[in-house]
């Protein structure tokens, strides 16, 4: 198995995805790492040689946060995000794993890997914690701002794949996020798009307030891009905006500070339930490759459960799964 990493994406790179691809490389001695980027920079990183099982593959450009997503794919074709892309759709990588820009991840994903036949628009699926500790796969989050009632079918479809050969689930639930839980609810949009999933060859369970998402109410949560985004940035500033008062009133005084003492264990456990880290990436579902987005601020074990998802998916070959889905339609 080859995985394709681009060493340039991301806040903290290329120290903290060389380091997660070192440790990812002494965890899966079988899989061969390619990372891909500035190769002097890249080796810096390393601080000394290269396990066997990692290779680096050079690309002398890098696509920059501040980049807009279609011009800087199209001009920087030597970019380490557009040749990790290419190292996938001609079959030298099995997966790829970017934390860099993610319009322009999006962007790589439908223009050099390309969509899988029969899907309309490929989805960015990442992992919304909740207090269950299973999460729920929530799509789509931010590939497109609109998206039609057919296009909702094919996240929870491809969602509902993606639970069950990557986390083992029989039988997801899939629900669409709504604002009630009635049938006729919410936008035209959302009532659309309500017995097309009904009828879909998944397990549907009608729609889902925004409220209960942390409760584990589905394994699959269908939305479009826009409201999507919102979602998932409100439940990051929130839980940021919760710690921090938590740490301003643990620190306050003595008695607070042995409070915290205390309670430290406990904390600690709740936000590791919320930590983005312990899954990974996100994928990119619908695209002909398997294309994974790590968060913009990964570090080392960040990375390392990217390479761990992306190992689960391949073996799992949930991209041939989702071809053959939309190929018998």
Do not use: W
Request: glycine share 10%.
């Amino acid at each position: 198995m080859k995985i394709a990493i681009d060493a340039m994406g991301g806040d903290h790179a290329p120290e903290a995805v060389v380091q997660g691809v070192l440790q990812a490389a002494a965890a899966y001695p079988d899989t061969q790492l390619l990372l891909v980027g500035l190769e002097e920079r890249i080796r810096t990183a390393a601080g000394g040689s290269l396990p066997s099982n990692v290779i680096v593959h050079a690309a002398s450009e890098v696509i920059e946060a501040e980049d807009e997503p279609v011009r800087a794919v199209r001009r920087k074709k030597d970019s380490s995000m557009v040749v990790a892309g290419r190292l996938v759709r001609e079959g030298e990588a099995d997966a790829m794993i970017s934390a860099g820009n993610t319009g322009a991840l999006m962007t790589t994903g439908l223009l050099v890997v390309g969509r899988i036949e029969g899907i309309d628009r490929p989805g960015l699926a990442p992992m919304i914690p909740t207090m269950d500790g299973t999460g729920v796969l929530a799509l789509d989050l931010g590939a497109n701002m609109d998206a039609t009632p057919e296009q909702l079918r094919q996240y929870a479809i491809m969602g509902s794949l993606y639970r069950a050969k990557v986390h083992g689930i029989a039988k997801p639930r899939v629900g669409l996020l709504n604002v009630g839980t009635e049938e006729g609810k919410g936008n035209e949009l959302t009532k659309a798009a309500y017995p097309l999933l009904q009828e879909a060859p998944v397990h549907f369970v009608g729609n889902v307030e925004a409220r209960d998402v942390l409760q584990g109410s589905c394994d699959v949560l269908v939305c479009d891009g826009f409201v999507g985004n919102i979602l998932l940035k409100t439940l990051e500033g929130a839980a940021g905006a919760i710690f921090s008062a938590l740490k301003t009133e643990f620190t306050k005084s003595l008695t607070t500070k042995l409070a915290a003492a205390v309670l430290k264990p406990g904390l600690s456990a709740f936000k590791n339930k919320l930590d983005y880290k312990e899954h990974g990436g996100a994928p990119l579902l619908g695209v002909n490759g398997l294309v994974l987005k790590a968060h913009g601020s990964s570090d080392a074990r960040a990375v390392l459960n990217a390479v761990r998802q992306a190992r689960t998916a391949v073996e799992s070959r949930l991209v041939e799964s989702i071809s053959t889905e939309f190929r018998t339609k």
